[in-house]
C-alpha cells in the first residue's frame, strides 16, 4: 500500500511537469514589432534608428531600395568602417556591416549597407530636416510587413529569409564578361501550355500568333488552335514573344486562367489551366 502511495505521488508531481514541458516545446508565434513612422514632403516615410547603439538618427524607410546606406556622418559616430572598392563620388567609402541595427523595439544584426553621402537624401534634408540614410531591401527582407499609413505605424514579423550582400552581388553581374552579360536570358513557365508562338519582325499588330497546339495539351483542351492570335493571358498583354512568356511564368499551376484571343476577326475568351511543368 506504501508502494502504490508513493508511484501516485510520484505520478502527480511528473504529469503537471511533463505537460508544461511539452508546452514549452510546442512554437510560439513570432513576436510582432509595431513601429511609428511619419510621412515627409516628398511622400517618403521616415523612421529614427540606432546603429552599433548609436542615435537615434533619421533615416528615410524605402520600400524600393535595393540596399541600405548611411551617411559618413552615422558612419563615423557608429565606427562603421567601409571596405573601399566603390568610386570615390560623393563620399562612398564602400560597403560595411552594421552590427546591431534598432528601430523601436526591433533589432537587426549583421545588415549590410553603404557609406555615401547620397545627393538626392541630402537634397530631401535640405527641405525636411536631417537625414542620414535610407533603410532599404537589406534590412526589411528579413520580416513580414504591413503598413498603416493612417495611423502612421509598420508592424514587423520576422520570417527566415537571410538577405546576402546586395552590393557584391550587382557588382558581380556589372564587371561579368560581356558574353555573359549579353547571353539570352530563357524565360521558362512554371506550367506547361502546350502551344508554341512566334511574331515576324515587321509584325506591328497586337498579340502573338498561335503556330501550334499539342494535341492533349492544356491549350488543346482549351480550345486554342494553330492561327489563333493570343492578345492577352490572364490579364496580361502578350505583344511579344517574351512578354507571352513572361505572362505564363505568372499563372499559377492548376488555377485557370483566362486567355483573349482573335480568329477569324472574332474575339474569343478561352480557359486554359496549366499543367505542372518539369
Sequence with gaps: MKIQFALLCITVFFIPAAAQAQGQDQKQPPKKFVVPFEIIKTQHMVVNVKVNGKGPFRVVFDTGAPDSLVSNKLAKAAGLK????????????????INSL???????????????DHPTVNAIASLVGPLE??????????????IDYEKKLMTFEPNTYVPGDVMQMMMKKMLAPKSVRQAPRILAPAGLFGIRVEKAKDDDEPGVTVKQVLADSPAGIAGFKAGDRLLTLDGRWTDTVADCYIAAGHVRVGQPAVAFVVRDG?????KVTARAGL
Design 102 to 116: 534598432e528601430i523601436g523595439d526591433l533589432k537587426a544584426t549583421n545588415v549590410s549597407t553603404m557609406i555615401m
Design 82 to 97: 567601409g571596405k573601399g572598392g566603390g568610386l570615390p563620388l560623393f563620399g562612398a567609402r564602400g560597403a560595411a556591416t
Design 133 to 146: 540614410g535610407i533603410i532599404g531591401f537589406t534590412f526589411y527582407s528579413r520580416y513580414k510587413m504591413s
Design 266 to 270: 472574332k474575339k474569343i475568351l478561352l
